[in-house]
């Protein structure tokens, strides 16, 4: 067991992200029991935190500057949630970020 505070670095081109999931409510706030299934769409936004040293070029800016340059759509069956003591981490293949939100400036 690690005591120590750390921090996951993704590698074999994953990113480590914080997918934006829904919780189970209602637009009333009412909480639904945990085995419903709403339909859930297959693609969703996330923010990168990390991003492997081995990533195309595309994604490496994205590990550093502003949170709010950060957003991408990736497909959300593929997220690998990884439990490690307390703390649960994301990551997702390269391979499955379908998109990244860029301001019209940035090329």
Known sequence: MIDAPFRLTP????LLVVPHLVKNETS??????????P??????EATVIDVALD????????????IDNKK???DRS?????????KTHHVILENYVVGVFRRP???
């Open 39 to 44: 339909e859930e769409d297959k693609y969703i």
């Open 78 to 86: 593929m997220i690998e949630e990884i439990k490690l003591g307390e």
């Open 28 to 37: 009333a706030g009412v909480l639904l029991p945990d085995d419903f299934k």
């Open 72 to 74: 991408v759509i990736i």
């Open 11 to 14: 590698v074999n081109r994953h």
């Open 55 to 66: 990533c195309s070029p595309q994604f490496k800016y994205l590990s550093h500057g502003n």
């Open 105 to 107: 400036s940035e090329s």
